[in-house]
């Protein structure tokens, strides 16, 4: 071979995703895996040409003479691995991530060198893990050849790169058995955001009413098929805003928007809709809607139909002249207008989340709907929510509160299986009470039955964070976040999970962006940061500001009293423990909290001692455990492994039934 060639070449990347973070914790059980990993890829590579240029740490450069074999090969390899993390011995799993692009490269006797190199290299990171991401040079020479789906991920400006690439996602549908289906991205053609309609009505506390409309349209227009509409928390933002229709869709994202207003006067209502495209911001449809409040359902059925009709037209008939409309069911489930009533000032109440009192608030408004109407199954989801949120919080007994919120839910999903927003509240509720098989199903059935919903996405993270797969949970994550940019749950739960796997810079730059968003579990998030880093100064700026913002929260004394212990004051932070164990006596689950303190003034035996009750009363912090710096130390005892493989089990287990 001359002393350098040029020659077209199928380039693959691969990289093991958490490999890093296990060296950190196992660097023996890192580098068997790292090993494993390798034999596996060179196995396959000679029978199809492949040829290991060389390793890159935890993956490899490969080459190969045809597009078409590099991607048997690769998909070769990740049913290989499935097939191995299957096995019920497994213990670390093998998460690879595959990129090919096809190019020219310069091969000088050692390595090979080019831009088609450097742009296989940026598209590995795309691949989620267990994935594979193609360039569109590759996919133009392997559509139709191979029994595989491809999905078109569209441009995406990869780092130092010049232009664009078009980025594929190859999807392996014959897993392996045991393996679990990936959950698909909330990608589609149009998205849409219905923006809070404006109250026109002379009561300003009619205002709940044009917040309710906003959220039933919401509900219907998400079972357009092929739209993914954003959720209500984030385009409460733009309330009373003066954006333009341009702005807006640039903000959220999204190519349509719907807009209106609402009068209401004695018996009667005046609806204005009208739906249009951000980007011309020209109007696509608009209607204008005299009822007596009595036909307020068939209004909205009549909306949603009529948007349907026009979203047919964007999505399956460009060029056509006569659409069809989507069929859609009704979002009524009762017919008593006071029932309804007080259901939407009570969603109002429970979108807002702005303390424990709006919350009763909300519960209260709920349980007189469900008196008025017993069949009224969104107004006993609702009721469970609450439930849900206020349980954790300390504000009701909990114990009591999570046998309510199960009947509630199990009763609403009797009265009406294809209720999302049910199927997605029992999952969360069977994520607190440790039953994650039923929380997987049940949040898998939220999103068939409406994939605009971004709870699933943060339920199936959680559970993928709590068995060990973080690159799978910030995925899911960021799925999620695409739907409902301004979910506090969600953006915290990201800004963590970035911390947590290693991608600091992204975590602190994450932090400082949505600080406004959610300032005090931003605080508390960097509390531990900082601790982790052993930098007591700033992690007492963050004390500070959790003082602030929620003097009595149980965090704030947690964090308090780990930094007094961290400072040498032992005494103060035993002083917080004993609080914390007498607002457990009014049914607070402090456990953890108490533990974490222990941790800190270095009682390992009773910090293991309250992870294990925790565990048992289902408020084991699995996170915290599995990933957090702090509790780096304890994370290889026998008896806390112990508890993260019961969790791991836990998912694995499939019911009798």
């Not at 209004?299 to 026009?310: C, M, N, P, R, W």
């Not at 960021?478 to 739907?483: G, H, I, K, P, V």
């Not at 949505?514 to 007591?536: G, Q």
């Not at 925790?614 to 084991?620: G, H, I, P, Q, T």
Request: with cysteine; charged share 30%.
């Amino acid at each position: 071979m001359p002393a350098s060639s040029r020659r077209l070449s199928a380039i693959v990347f691969t990289d093991l995703a958490g490999f890093t973070r296990l060296a950190q914790e196992d660097e023996d059980a890192a580098l068997r895996l790292r090993a494993e990993h390798q034999g596996l890829v060179r196995s396959l590579l000679a029978p199809h040409g492949g040829r290991e240029v060389k390793t890159l740490g935890d993956g490899f450069l490969l080459e190969f003479p045809s597009a078409v074999e590099s991607l048997r090969c690769a998909i070769e390899i990740q049913r290989a691995v499935a097939r191995r993390n299957a096995a019920p011995d497994v213990r670390h799993p093998i998460r690879l991530r595959i990129g090919i692009h096809l190019g020219d490269v310069i091969d000088d006797g050692a390595d090979i060198v080019g831009d088609a190199v450097n742009v296989a290299s940026r598209i590995e990171p795309l691949a989620e893990a267990g994935g594979i991401c193609i360039s569109g040079s590759v996919y133009e020479l392997v559509r139709n050849k191979l029994p595989v789906e491809i999905e078109k991920l569209g441009p995406r400006q990869l780092k130092h790169v010049e232009l664009p690439v078009e980025i594929y996602r190859v999807e392996l549908s014959d897993r392996a058995p045991g393996s679990r289906p990936a959950v698909p991205e909330p990608t589609a053609e149009l998205r849409l955001a219905v923006l809070p309609f404006a109250n026109l009505s002379p009561d300003p506390l009619d205002e709940y009413f044009a917040d309710g409309l906003t959220d039933e349209l919401i509900a219907q227009t998400a079972k357009i098929p092929s739209v993914r509409v954003i959720a209500r928390t984030s385009v409460l933002r733009y309330k009373g805003s003066t954006k333009s229709m341009r702005e807006v869709g640039h903000d959220l994202g999204v190519r349509l928007a719907l807009e209106g207003s609402v009068r209401k006067a004695g018996g009667r209502l005046r609806v204005m809709v009208q739906l249009v495209d951000t980007s011309s911001e020209a109007h696509l449809w608009s209607s204008r809607y005299d009822r007596s409040l009595d036909d307020i359902f068939a209004i909205q059925d009549d909306i949603a139909g009529q948007i349907a009709l026009a979203i047919s037209g964007q999505v399956a008939g460009r060029g056509s002249d006569r659409p069809s409309a989507a069929v859609l069911p009704s979002a009524g489930d009762t017919s008593d207008l006071e029932a309804y009533a007080s259901f939407l000032h009570g969603r109002k109440l429970y979108v807002e989340r702005s303390s424990e009192t709006t919350m009763r608030q909300a519960m209260a408004l709920f349980e007189e709907a469900v008196l008025r109407d017993p069949r009224f199954s969104r107004a006993r989801v609702g009721l469970a929510g609450c439930l849900l949120w206020l349980a954790p919080e300390g504000a009701v007994p909990y114990d009591d509160a999570l046998r309510r919120c199960r009947s509630e839910l199990l009763t609403a999903i009797a009265q009406n299986d294809a209720l999302a927003e049910a199927h997605s509240t029992l999952a969360g509720l069977l994520l607190v009470t440790d039953e994650l098989v039923g929380a997987e199903e049940e949040s898998r059935r939220a999103l068939e039955l409406n994939p605009s919903l971004a709870d699933p996405y943060r339920w199936l993270a959680q559970l993928a964070g709590g068995t060990g797969d973080l690159d799978e949970a910030i995925r899911l994550l960021e799925a999620a976040r695409r739907l409902d940019p301004v979910d506090i749950n969600v953006t915290t739960f990201l800004g963590r999970c970035y911390f947590y796997a290693g991608r600091i810079d992204e975590a602190l730059a994450f932090w400082a962006r949505n600080e406004s968003l959610a300032p005090y579990r931003t605080a508390a998030h960097r509390a531990e940061f900082y601790l982790s880093r052993d930098d007591l100064d700033h992690a007492q700026e963050m004390v500070r500001e959790l003082e602030r913002l929620r003097p009595d929260n149980a965090w704030t004394e947690t964090y308090r009293a780990i930094l007094a212990a961290r400072r040498g004051h032992p005494e103060q932070a035993r002083r917080a423990i004993e609080r914390l164990e007498r607002r457990a006596q009014g049914g607070e689950m402090t456990v953890l909290f108490a533990s974490f303190i222990r941790f800190a003034l270095g009682e390992r035996e009773a910090f293991i001692a309250g992870m294990q009750r925790a565990s048992e009363l289902r408020v084991l912090p699995v996170l915290d455990l599995r990933y957090s710096p702090l509790y780096a130390s304890v994370r290889g005892d026998p008896r806390i492994q112990a508890l993260l493989d019961r969790q791991r089990a836990l998912r694995a287990k499939r019911s009798a039934s």
